[in-house]
Protein backbone atom coordinates (compact mmCIF):
# COMPACT_ATOMS: atom_id res chain seq x y z
CA UNK A 1 0.00 0.00 0.00
CA UNK A 2 1.16 3.26 -1.05
CA UNK A 3 1.68 5.87 1.90
CA UNK A 4 -0.41 8.48 1.96
CA UNK A 5 2.77 11.15 1.85
CA UNK A 6 3.48 9.90 -1.86
CA UNK A 7 0.32 11.03 -2.57
CA UNK A 8 -0.26 13.86 -0.52
CA UNK A 9 3.56 15.27 -2.47
CA UNK A 10 2.47 14.17 -5.94
CA UNK A 11 -0.76 16.45 -5.81
CA UNK A 12 0.71 19.23 -4.62
CA UNK A 13 3.31 18.85 -7.94
CA UNK A 14 0.56 18.76 -9.98
CA UNK A 15 -1.41 20.96 -8.55
CA UNK A 16 2.15 23.65 -8.76
CA UNK A 17 2.17 22.59 -12.61
CA UNK A 18 -1.36 24.00 -13.00
CA UNK A 19 -0.31 27.51 -11.27
CA UNK A 20 2.71 27.88 -13.05
CA UNK A 21 0.35 27.44 -16.23
CA UNK A 22 -1.92 29.83 -14.95
CA UNK A 23 0.84 32.49 -14.46
CA UNK A 24 1.85 31.67 -17.87
CA UNK A 25 -1.58 32.36 -19.41
CA UNK A 26 -1.48 36.03 -17.42
CA UNK A 27 1.80 36.78 -19.48
CA UNK A 28 0.41 35.62 -22.62
CA UNK A 29 -1.54 37.64 -24.99
CA UNK A 30 -0.08 37.38 -28.21
CA UNK A 31 1.20 34.63 -30.49
CA UNK A 32 4.44 35.28 -30.32
CA UNK A 33 4.11 35.54 -26.24
CA UNK A 34 2.47 32.17 -26.81
CA UNK A 35 4.69 30.06 -28.91
CA UNK A 36 8.03 31.92 -27.93
CA UNK A 37 7.21 33.38 -24.61
CA UNK A 38 8.41 36.92 -25.76
CA UNK A 39 11.85 35.09 -26.53
CA UNK A 40 12.76 36.15 -23.28
CA UNK A 41 14.31 32.88 -21.85
CA UNK A 42 17.33 33.62 -20.22
CA UNK A 43 20.35 30.97 -21.12
CA UNK A 44 20.08 29.00 -17.86
CA UNK A 45 15.96 28.36 -18.33
CA UNK A 46 16.71 27.79 -22.01
CA UNK A 47 19.76 25.31 -20.87
CA UNK A 48 17.66 23.66 -18.84
CA UNK A 49 14.36 23.75 -20.05
CA UNK A 50 15.67 22.26 -23.36
CA UNK A 51 17.70 19.28 -21.79
CA UNK A 52 14.24 18.46 -19.70
CA UNK A 53 12.25 18.60 -22.89
CA UNK A 54 14.63 16.23 -24.78
CA UNK A 55 15.35 13.74 -22.27
CA UNK A 56 12.39 13.55 -21.15
CA UNK A 57 10.61 9.85 -20.83
CA UNK A 58 14.00 8.41 -22.21
CA UNK A 59 15.68 9.64 -19.56
CA UNK A 60 14.19 8.07 -16.40
CA UNK A 61 11.63 5.73 -17.96
CA UNK A 62 13.00 4.19 -20.92
CA UNK A 63 17.09 4.79 -20.29
CA UNK A 64 16.95 2.40 -16.69
CA UNK A 65 14.84 -0.09 -18.49
CA UNK A 66 17.29 -0.38 -21.36
CA UNK A 67 20.43 -1.08 -19.25
CA UNK A 68 18.03 -3.48 -16.97
CA UNK A 69 17.33 -5.61 -20.07
CA UNK A 70 20.92 -5.57 -22.18
CA UNK A 71 23.11 -4.82 -18.68
CA UNK A 72 27.02 -3.15 -19.39
CA UNK A 73 26.69 -2.91 -22.70
CA UNK A 74 23.66 -0.29 -22.48
CA UNK A 75 26.65 1.91 -20.61
CA UNK A 76 27.41 2.86 -24.17
CA UNK A 77 24.91 5.51 -24.11
CA UNK A 78 26.46 7.25 -22.01
CA UNK A 79 29.50 7.63 -24.33
CA UNK A 80 27.08 7.96 -27.52
CA UNK A 81 25.42 11.10 -25.46
CA UNK A 82 27.90 13.45 -24.44
CA UNK A 83 28.09 15.16 -28.30
CA UNK A 84 24.49 16.13 -28.40
CA UNK A 85 24.37 18.89 -26.20
CA UNK A 86 28.08 20.38 -28.51
CA UNK A 87 25.91 19.67 -31.39
CA UNK A 88 22.69 21.21 -30.92
CA UNK A 89 23.76 24.51 -28.94
CA UNK A 90 27.10 24.77 -30.89
CA UNK A 91 25.84 24.40 -34.22
CA UNK A 92 22.44 25.69 -34.14
CA UNK A 93 21.28 27.73 -30.99
CA UNK A 94 22.73 30.61 -31.71
CA UNK A 95 22.55 31.02 -35.65
CA UNK A 96 19.23 30.08 -35.71
CA UNK A 97 17.73 32.07 -32.86
CA UNK A 98 19.48 35.18 -34.51
CA UNK A 99 17.75 34.40 -38.09
CA UNK A 100 14.47 33.56 -36.45
CA UNK A 101 14.49 37.13 -35.39
CA UNK A 102 15.61 38.22 -38.89
CA UNK A 103 13.14 36.63 -40.37
CA UNK A 104 10.35 37.32 -37.33
CA UNK A 105 9.47 33.69 -37.45
CA UNK A 106 7.68 31.75 -34.86
CA UNK A 107 7.95 28.24 -35.70
CA UNK A 108 10.27 26.31 -37.70
CA UNK A 109 7.93 25.86 -40.65
CA UNK A 110 7.43 29.60 -40.30
CA UNK A 111 11.09 29.98 -40.37
CA UNK A 112 11.54 27.48 -43.69
CA UNK A 113 9.08 29.27 -45.47
CA UNK A 114 10.26 32.76 -44.43
CA UNK A 115 14.05 31.85 -45.60
CA UNK A 116 12.55 30.40 -48.72
CA UNK A 117 10.13 32.82 -49.62
CA UNK A 118 7.66 29.78 -50.06
CA UNK A 119 4.68 31.88 -51.29
CA UNK A 120 2.78 28.01 -52.63
CA UNK A 121 3.28 26.96 -48.96
CA UNK A 122 5.21 24.04 -49.80
CA UNK A 123 7.39 23.85 -47.29
CA UNK A 124 4.89 24.63 -44.49
CA UNK A 125 3.04 22.26 -45.32
CA UNK A 126 5.67 19.57 -45.67
CA UNK A 127 7.73 20.44 -42.36
CA UNK A 128 4.10 20.89 -40.86
CA UNK A 129 3.46 17.09 -41.78
CA UNK A 130 6.68 15.68 -40.35
CA UNK A 131 6.16 17.94 -37.25
CA UNK A 132 2.46 16.02 -36.83
CA UNK A 133 3.75 12.48 -38.02
CA UNK A 134 6.38 11.99 -35.40
CA UNK A 135 5.60 14.39 -32.74
CA UNK A 136 2.13 12.41 -32.28
CA UNK A 137 3.90 9.07 -31.75
CA UNK A 138 6.89 10.92 -29.79
CA UNK A 139 3.98 12.49 -27.33
CA UNK A 140 1.93 8.91 -27.40
CA UNK A 141 5.42 7.66 -25.96
CA UNK A 142 5.55 9.75 -23.22
CA UNK A 143 2.11 9.29 -22.15
CA UNK A 144 2.51 5.47 -21.64
CA UNK A 145 5.82 6.48 -19.91
CA UNK A 146 3.50 8.69 -17.86
CA UNK A 147 1.03 6.10 -17.30
CA UNK A 148 3.19 3.39 -15.79
CA UNK A 149 4.97 5.45 -13.57
CA UNK A 150 1.81 6.83 -12.17
CA UNK A 151 0.21 3.88 -12.35
CA UNK A 152 3.14 1.82 -10.13
CA UNK A 153 4.53 5.02 -8.58
CA UNK A 154 1.08 6.07 -6.43
CA UNK A 155 -0.63 2.28 -6.84
CA UNK A 156 -3.57 3.69 -9.41
CA UNK A 157 -4.94 2.24 -12.01
CA UNK A 158 -2.80 2.15 -15.57
CA UNK A 159 -6.54 4.20 -17.03
CA UNK A 160 -6.15 6.45 -14.43
CA UNK A 161 -2.87 7.55 -14.78
CA UNK A 162 -3.50 7.60 -18.16
CA UNK A 163 -5.71 9.67 -17.49
CA UNK A 164 -4.10 12.25 -14.83
CA UNK A 165 -0.90 12.84 -16.90
CA UNK A 166 -3.00 13.67 -20.38
CA UNK A 167 -5.47 15.94 -18.63
CA UNK A 168 -2.79 18.03 -16.22
CA UNK A 169 0.12 18.13 -19.36
CA UNK A 170 -2.96 19.41 -21.97
CA UNK A 171 -4.33 22.18 -19.59
CA UNK A 172 -0.92 23.98 -18.74
CA UNK A 173 0.16 23.61 -21.99
CA UNK A 174 -2.87 25.49 -23.25
CA UNK A 175 -3.02 27.74 -19.95
CA UNK A 176 0.31 29.19 -20.30
CA UNK A 177 1.81 28.12 -23.85
CA UNK A 178 5.71 28.38 -24.24
CA UNK A 179 5.76 30.43 -20.45
CA UNK A 180 4.50 27.66 -18.87
CA UNK A 181 6.24 24.98 -20.65
CA UNK A 182 9.75 26.45 -20.38
CA UNK A 183 9.71 27.22 -16.68
CA UNK A 184 7.77 23.78 -15.91
CA UNK A 185 10.44 22.45 -17.58
CA UNK A 186 13.10 24.29 -15.36
CA UNK A 187 11.20 22.78 -12.08
CA UNK A 188 11.43 19.51 -13.69
CA UNK A 189 14.73 19.75 -14.97
CA UNK A 190 16.09 19.97 -11.46
CA UNK A 191 13.71 17.14 -10.44
CA UNK A 192 15.57 14.66 -13.11
CA UNK A 193 18.95 15.87 -11.47
CA UNK A 194 18.07 15.12 -7.86
CA UNK A 195 16.79 11.96 -9.21
CA UNK A 196 19.96 10.85 -10.83
CA UNK A 197 21.85 12.03 -7.78
CA UNK A 198 20.15 10.63 -5.09
CA UNK A 199 18.15 7.53 -5.66
CA UNK A 200 21.47 5.80 -7.56
CA UNK A 201 23.29 6.38 -3.59
CA UNK A 202 20.39 5.02 -1.94
CA UNK A 203 20.62 1.85 -4.06
CA UNK A 204 24.48 1.83 -3.20
CA UNK A 205 23.94 2.68 0.49
CA UNK A 206 21.43 -0.51 -0.04
CA UNK A 207 23.20 -2.80 -1.46
CA UNK A 208 26.74 -2.21 0.58
CA UNK A 209 28.61 -0.10 -1.88
CA UNK A 210 30.00 -0.19 -5.31
CA UNK A 211 31.83 -3.04 -5.22
CA UNK A 212 29.01 -4.87 -3.40
CA UNK A 213 26.54 -3.46 -6.46
CA UNK A 214 29.42 -5.16 -9.27
CA UNK A 215 29.55 -8.14 -7.28
CA UNK A 216 25.63 -9.39 -6.80
CA UNK A 217 25.01 -7.92 -10.02
CA UNK A 218 27.62 -10.24 -11.97
CA UNK A 219 26.07 -13.20 -9.66
CA UNK A 220 22.76 -12.29 -11.36
CA UNK A 221 23.46 -11.33 -14.82
CA UNK A 222 23.61 -13.44 -17.83
CA UNK A 223 26.95 -13.42 -19.67
CA UNK A 224 25.66 -11.01 -22.27
CA UNK A 225 24.84 -8.61 -19.78
CA UNK A 226 28.32 -8.30 -17.92
CA UNK A 227 30.26 -7.86 -21.53
CA UNK A 228 30.45 -4.72 -22.75
CA UNK A 229 29.86 -5.77 -26.21
CA UNK A 230 26.55 -7.59 -24.91
CA UNK A 231 27.89 -10.96 -26.13
CA UNK A 232 27.51 -9.34 -30.36
CA UNK A 233 30.35 -10.54 -32.45
CA UNK A 234 32.76 -7.74 -33.76
CA UNK A 235 30.62 -7.45 -36.58
CA UNK A 236 27.19 -6.75 -34.65
CA UNK A 237 28.50 -4.78 -32.68
CA UNK A 238 29.79 -2.15 -35.22
CA UNK A 239 26.01 -2.61 -36.30
CA UNK A 240 25.46 -1.91 -32.87
CA UNK A 241 27.15 0.97 -32.65
CA UNK A 242 25.11 2.82 -35.53
CA UNK A 243 23.12 4.29 -32.74
CA UNK A 244 26.01 6.78 -32.00
CA UNK A 245 24.68 9.17 -34.42
CA UNK A 246 21.82 9.79 -32.26
CA UNK A 247 23.00 13.79 -31.61
CA UNK A 248 22.53 14.75 -35.12
CA UNK A 249 18.97 14.17 -34.24
CA UNK A 250 19.03 16.78 -32.09
CA UNK A 251 19.10 19.34 -34.92
CA UNK A 252 15.84 18.43 -35.81
CA UNK A 253 13.83 18.63 -32.81
CA UNK A 254 11.36 21.06 -32.80
CA UNK A 255 10.53 21.30 -28.56
CA UNK A 256 14.81 21.81 -28.67
CA UNK A 257 14.84 23.89 -31.46
CA UNK A 258 12.04 26.36 -29.88
CA UNK A 259 13.94 26.96 -26.82
CA UNK A 260 16.82 28.52 -29.10
CA UNK A 261 14.25 30.59 -30.64
CA UNK A 262 13.04 31.94 -27.65
CA UNK A 263 15.86 32.60 -25.90
CA UNK A 264 16.99 36.46 -25.04
CA UNK A 265 20.13 36.15 -25.81
CA UNK A 266 21.27 33.89 -28.41
CA UNK A 267 25.03 35.04 -28.08
CA UNK A 268 25.02 33.34 -24.94
CA UNK A 269 24.30 29.82 -26.00
CA UNK A 270 27.73 28.55 -25.55
CA UNK A 271 27.33 29.42 -21.68
CA UNK A 272 23.96 27.37 -22.38
CA UNK A 273 25.70 24.88 -23.70
CA UNK A 274 27.98 24.37 -20.73
CA UNK A 275 24.49 23.95 -18.46
CA UNK A 276 23.34 21.40 -20.49
CA UNK A 277 26.42 19.42 -20.63
CA UNK A 278 26.63 19.33 -17.29
CA UNK A 279 23.28 18.22 -16.52
CA UNK A 280 23.71 15.33 -18.99
CA UNK A 281 26.76 14.06 -17.80
CA UNK A 282 24.82 14.18 -13.95
CA UNK A 283 21.68 11.80 -15.38
CA UNK A 284 24.21 9.59 -17.63
CA UNK A 285 26.47 8.65 -14.67
CA UNK A 286 23.82 7.88 -11.90
CA UNK A 287 20.86 6.33 -14.41
CA UNK A 288 22.33 3.10 -14.91
CA UNK A 289 23.03 2.20 -11.40
CA UNK A 290 19.82 1.96 -10.81
CA UNK A 291 19.08 -0.63 -13.03
CA UNK A 292 22.48 -2.70 -12.56
CA UNK A 293 21.00 -2.74 -8.79
CA UNK A 294 17.34 -3.62 -9.63
CA UNK A 295 19.16 -6.82 -11.87
CA UNK A 296 19.74 -8.64 -8.82
CA UNK A 297 17.04 -6.41 -5.80
CA UNK A 298 13.68 -7.14 -8.30
CA UNK A 299 14.60 -9.34 -10.80
CA UNK A 300 12.01 -10.66 -13.64
CA UNK A 301 10.04 -7.46 -14.31
CA UNK A 302 8.14 -7.86 -17.12
CA UNK A 303 7.76 -4.47 -18.17
CA UNK A 304 10.91 -3.19 -18.00
CA UNK A 305 9.70 0.44 -18.12
CA UNK A 306 8.66 0.48 -14.77
CA UNK A 307 12.24 -0.54 -13.62
CA UNK A 308 12.91 3.02 -12.08
CA UNK A 309 9.43 3.84 -10.22
CA UNK A 310 9.80 0.14 -8.77
CA UNK A 311 13.50 0.76 -7.25
CA UNK A 312 12.39 4.67 -6.12
CA UNK A 313 9.50 2.16 -3.49
CA UNK A 314 12.27 -0.38 -2.78
CA UNK A 315 14.99 2.14 -1.79
CA UNK A 316 14.24 5.78 -0.44
CA UNK A 317 11.69 6.29 2.34
CA UNK A 318 7.75 7.39 1.52
CA UNK A 319 8.36 10.88 2.33
CA UNK A 320 11.65 10.95 -0.43
CA UNK A 321 10.09 8.37 -2.94
CA UNK A 322 7.00 10.60 -3.19
CA UNK A 323 9.20 13.83 -4.12
CA UNK A 324 11.11 12.00 -6.60
CA UNK A 325 8.60 9.62 -8.13
CA UNK A 326 7.12 13.00 -8.92
CA UNK A 327 10.01 14.22 -10.58
CA UNK A 328 10.18 10.61 -12.56
CA UNK A 329 6.50 11.74 -13.55
CA UNK A 330 7.90 15.53 -14.41
CA UNK A 331 10.92 14.53 -16.82
CA UNK A 332 8.14 12.71 -18.74
CA UNK A 333 5.91 15.90 -18.59
CA UNK A 334 8.25 17.80 -19.81
CA UNK A 335 8.52 16.42 -23.18
CA UNK A 336 5.14 15.84 -23.52
CA UNK A 337 4.10 19.92 -23.26
CA UNK A 338 6.75 20.96 -25.33
CA UNK A 339 5.83 18.67 -28.00
CA UNK A 340 2.53 19.39 -27.24
CA UNK A 341 3.09 23.09 -28.39
CA UNK A 342 5.21 22.94 -31.10
CA UNK A 343 2.94 20.02 -32.72
CA UNK A 344 -0.20 22.51 -32.06
CA UNK A 345 1.16 25.39 -33.20
CA UNK A 346 2.50 24.00 -36.26
CA UNK A 347 -1.13 23.85 -37.01
CA UNK A 348 -2.80 26.66 -35.16
CA UNK A 349 0.47 29.13 -35.99
CA UNK A 350 1.51 27.60 -39.60
CA UNK A 351 -1.54 25.88 -41.00
CA UNK A 352 -4.39 28.27 -39.74
CA UNK A 353 -2.21 32.16 -39.56
CA UNK A 354 0.32 31.17 -42.74
CA UNK A 355 -2.30 29.48 -45.00
CA UNK A 356 -6.11 30.00 -44.10
CA UNK A 357 -6.37 33.04 -42.36
CA UNK A 358 -3.39 34.87 -43.20
CA UNK A 359 -5.19 38.39 -41.64
CA UNK A 360 -6.15 36.63 -38.89
CA UNK A 361 -6.09 38.87 -35.69
CA UNK A 362 -3.93 38.23 -32.11
CA UNK A 363 -6.82 36.89 -30.48
CA UNK A 364 -7.95 34.78 -33.48
CA UNK A 365 -4.38 33.38 -33.62
CA UNK A 366 -4.07 32.55 -29.81
CA UNK A 367 -7.30 30.85 -29.60
CA UNK A 368 -6.11 28.80 -33.10
CA UNK A 369 -3.09 27.71 -31.56
CA UNK A 370 -4.59 26.58 -28.23
CA UNK A 371 -7.43 24.59 -29.82
CA UNK A 372 -4.76 22.67 -32.19
CA UNK A 373 -2.52 22.33 -28.62
CA UNK A 374 -5.58 20.41 -27.35
CA UNK A 375 -6.63 18.55 -30.24
CA UNK A 376 -3.23 17.49 -31.01
CA UNK A 377 -2.91 16.08 -27.04
CA UNK A 378 -6.45 13.80 -28.62
CA UNK A 379 -4.71 12.38 -31.11
CA UNK A 380 -1.79 11.42 -29.37
CA UNK A 381 -4.04 10.32 -26.55
CA UNK A 382 -5.62 8.07 -29.47
CA UNK A 383 -2.49 6.77 -30.85
CA UNK A 384 -1.10 5.43 -27.40
CA UNK A 385 -3.89 3.97 -26.85
CA UNK A 386 -4.33 2.26 -30.34
CA UNK A 387 -0.73 1.42 -31.04
CA UNK A 388 1.41 0.97 -26.86
CA UNK A 389 4.94 -0.18 -27.30
CA UNK A 390 7.75 0.14 -25.12
CA UNK A 391 9.28 3.98 -24.51
CA UNK A 392 12.62 3.32 -25.67
CA UNK A 393 11.75 1.83 -28.86
CA UNK A 394 8.59 4.64 -29.52
CA UNK A 395 11.08 7.24 -28.53
CA UNK A 396 14.12 6.02 -30.62
CA UNK A 397 11.88 6.01 -33.70
CA UNK A 398 10.57 9.50 -33.02
CA UNK A 399 13.81 11.28 -32.97
CA UNK A 400 15.17 10.09 -35.75
CA UNK A 401 12.58 11.13 -37.87
CA UNK A 402 12.61 14.18 -36.69
CA UNK A 403 16.25 14.62 -36.75
CA UNK A 404 16.49 13.05 -40.34
CA UNK A 405 13.13 15.15 -41.35
CA UNK A 406 13.53 19.12 -40.69
CA UNK A 407 17.45 18.55 -39.01
CA UNK A 408 19.26 18.28 -42.40
CA UNK A 409 17.37 20.75 -43.30
CA UNK A 410 17.18 23.60 -40.72
CA UNK A 411 20.92 23.43 -40.43
CA UNK A 412 21.91 24.12 -44.42
CA UNK A 413 19.42 26.97 -44.32
CA UNK A 414 21.75 28.60 -41.41
CA UNK A 415 24.86 27.78 -43.42
CA UNK A 416 24.38 27.34 -46.72
CA UNK A 417 23.76 30.45 -49.38
CA UNK A 418 23.11 27.75 -51.99
CA UNK A 419 20.29 26.08 -50.43
CA UNK A 420 16.49 26.36 -51.97
CA UNK A 421 13.16 26.06 -51.41
CA UNK A 422 12.67 22.59 -53.77
CA UNK A 423 16.27 21.22 -52.15
CA UNK A 424 14.96 21.40 -48.37
CA UNK A 425 11.62 19.76 -49.27
CA UNK A 426 13.19 16.95 -51.12
CA UNK A 427 15.16 16.33 -48.12
CA UNK A 428 12.47 16.99 -45.37
CA UNK A 429 10.35 14.31 -47.67
CA UNK A 430 13.42 11.97 -48.30
CA UNK A 431 14.32 11.91 -44.57
CA UNK A 432 10.20 11.19 -43.25
CA UNK A 433 9.95 7.90 -45.53
CA UNK A 434 13.61 6.84 -44.99
CA UNK A 435 13.06 6.42 -42.19
CA UNK A 436 9.84 4.75 -41.66
CA UNK A 437 10.64 2.55 -44.47
CA UNK A 438 14.18 1.70 -42.68
CA UNK A 439 12.37 1.10 -38.78
CA UNK A 440 9.88 -1.41 -40.45
CA UNK A 441 12.51 -3.81 -42.02
CA UNK A 442 14.96 -6.03 -40.69
CA UNK A 443 18.46 -7.94 -41.21
CA UNK A 444 18.97 -7.98 -44.84
CA UNK A 445 22.33 -7.89 -46.46
CA UNK A 446 25.08 -7.47 -44.15
CA UNK A 447 22.41 -6.80 -41.56
CA UNK A 448 22.26 -3.18 -42.90
CA UNK A 449 18.41 -2.90 -41.90
CA UNK A 450 19.56 -3.06 -38.59
CA UNK A 451 21.48 -0.16 -38.74
CA UNK A 452 19.48 2.60 -36.74
CA UNK A 453 17.43 4.40 -38.96
CA UNK A 454 18.82 8.05 -38.11
CA UNK A 455 22.35 7.10 -40.10
CA UNK A 456 20.43 6.33 -43.28
CA UNK A 457 17.71 9.10 -43.40
CA UNK A 458 19.88 11.53 -42.19
CA UNK A 459 22.99 11.04 -44.77
CA UNK A 460 19.99 10.23 -47.20
CA UNK A 461 18.46 13.71 -46.36
CA UNK A 462 21.38 15.86 -46.60
CA UNK A 463 21.84 14.26 -50.27
CA UNK A 464 18.69 15.51 -51.58
CA UNK A 465 19.28 18.91 -49.99
CA UNK A 466 22.25 19.29 -51.76
CA UNK A 467 21.73 17.60 -54.98
CA UNK A 468 18.01 19.25 -55.67
CA UNK A 469 19.75 22.85 -54.54
CA UNK A 470 22.14 22.40 -57.34
CA UNK A 471 19.51 21.30 -60.00
CA UNK A 472 17.05 23.88 -59.55
CA UNK A 473 19.00 27.21 -59.76
CA UNK A 474 20.12 29.85 -57.54
CA UNK A 475 17.29 30.60 -54.57
CA UNK A 476 14.01 32.32 -55.07
CA UNK A 477 15.64 35.49 -53.08
CA UNK A 478 18.79 36.65 -53.98
CA UNK A 479 22.35 34.99 -53.12
CA UNK A 480 23.53 37.70 -51.71
CA UNK A 481 20.75 39.06 -49.98
CA UNK A 482 21.20 35.19 -48.04
CA UNK A 483 24.81 35.31 -47.66
CA UNK A 484 24.71 38.90 -46.32
CA UNK A 485 22.54 37.72 -43.52
CA UNK A 486 23.89 34.10 -43.07
CA UNK A 487 27.21 36.46 -42.34
CA UNK A 488 25.38 38.67 -39.91
CA UNK A 489 24.31 35.62 -37.64
CA UNK A 490 27.27 33.73 -37.75
CA UNK A 491 29.01 37.08 -36.02
CA UNK A 492 28.31 40.68 -36.23
CA UNK A 493 30.05 43.55 -37.70
CA UNK A 494 32.90 45.28 -35.67
CA UNK A 495 31.82 49.05 -37.18
CA UNK A 496 28.51 48.30 -36.04
CA UNK A 497 29.77 47.08 -32.63
CA UNK A 498 32.11 50.15 -32.27
CA UNK A 499 28.98 52.39 -33.31
CA UNK A 500 26.66 51.47 -30.60
CA UNK A 501 29.07 51.35 -28.67
CA UNK A 502 29.98 54.85 -29.04
CA UNK A 503 26.62 56.20 -28.92
CA UNK A 504 25.58 54.26 -25.41
CA UNK A 505 28.84 56.08 -24.32
CA UNK A 506 27.61 59.68 -25.09
CA UNK A 507 24.27 58.76 -23.56
CA UNK A 508 25.78 57.24 -20.31
CA UNK A 509 29.12 58.88 -20.00
CA UNK A 510 31.88 56.99 -18.96
CA UNK A 511 30.81 54.66 -16.54
CA UNK A 512 29.98 52.36 -19.42
CA UNK A 513 33.37 52.14 -20.52
CA UNK A 514 33.31 49.22 -17.71
CA UNK A 515 30.40 47.09 -19.19
CA UNK A 516 32.12 46.74 -22.83
CA UNK A 517 31.20 43.09 -22.70
CA UNK A 518 27.75 43.29 -21.97
CA UNK A 519 27.85 45.86 -24.95
CA UNK A 520 28.73 43.82 -27.13
CA UNK A 521 26.17 40.92 -26.41
CA UNK A 522 23.75 43.16 -26.16
CA UNK A 523 24.40 45.08 -29.69
CA UNK A 524 24.82 41.57 -31.24
CA UNK A 525 21.20 41.12 -30.70
CA UNK A 526 20.58 44.64 -31.78
CA UNK A 527 22.26 43.99 -35.08
CA UNK A 528 20.26 40.95 -35.32
CA UNK A 529 16.48 42.05 -34.67
CA UNK A 530 16.82 45.52 -35.62
CA UNK A 531 19.08 45.91 -38.88
CA UNK A 532 18.53 42.90 -40.71
CA UNK A 533 14.70 42.96 -39.44
CA UNK A 534 14.23 46.03 -41.01
CA UNK A 535 16.33 44.89 -44.32
CA UNK A 536 18.94 47.92 -43.14
CA UNK A 537 21.60 45.94 -45.32
CA UNK A 538 23.13 48.32 -46.81
CA UNK A 539 23.70 50.33 -43.48
CA UNK A 540 25.95 47.40 -42.23
CA UNK A 541 29.69 47.89 -43.93
CA UNK A 542 31.77 44.78 -45.09
CA UNK A 543 34.70 44.60 -42.09
CA UNK A 544 34.27 41.33 -40.35
CA UNK A 545 34.62 41.29 -36.39
Known amino acids: MVETIIYVEFIIYLVALLVIGA ?9 PDYLLG ?37 LWWMVWQIPLGIVTWG ?9 SRVLDSLTIPGFLASRYGDTRHLIRITSTLVIAIFMAGYIAGQLLAAASAISVGFDLSYNLGFAI ?12 GFTASAYTDVLQALLMTAFAII ?7 VVGGPGELMTQFNAAASDSMTSFTGGRTPYEFLIFSTIAVIALGGLGQPHGVVRYMGMERPSKAGLSMVVAIVFMLIALVGIPIISLGAVFMLPGIENQDLVAPMMILETLPPWLAGFLLAGGVAAIMSTADSQLLVAGSAFGEDVYNGIINQDASDGKILLANRIAVL ?48 GVIAGMITGLITTVVWNQLSGGP ?41 TEIAKPLQDEIDLARERQRTATGPSAEADDQHLVAATEEEIATTYLSERRLDDLSTASS
Open 165 to 176: ALGVVVVYTVMG
Open 23 to 31: YGGRLTETA
Open 38 to 74: GRKLDLFSGALSEQASLWSGWLVIGFPALVYANGISS
Open 446 to 486: GMVFDVYELLPSFTLAVAAIVIVSYLTGPPNRGEEEIQREL
Open 199 to 205: VPIAVVV
Open 91 to 99: ILAKRIGRY
Open 375 to 422: GVGVLAAAWAWVTPGSVHTTILFAWAGLGAGLGPALALSVYWKRTTGP
